[in-house]
């Protein structure tokens, strides 16, 4: 039952950093034109949704205590 128990600890963690690190996201638009290219790269940081986050944490917990009582 310890992998269980990392599983959970590893989706608690992971649930928690979630509220706090906003994960990049880069997109290229362009247009090319024969031998000429003409484009912008667009850059944003997003966080997840806090719902997902609540949920990762309250999964993670659980699973914890399961492994526990087993």
Known sequence: MKALMLV???MLVLGIVS???PFPHSEHHGV???????GITTHDDQKVSPVVSIVLVVVGAGLMIASRKS
Do not use: P, R, T, W
């Not at 090319?32 to 003409?38: F, W």
């Open 19 to 21: 509220f706090f690190v």
């Open 8 to 10: 959970g600890v590893v």
């Open 32 to 38: 090319s034109m024969g031998d000429a290219h003409m």
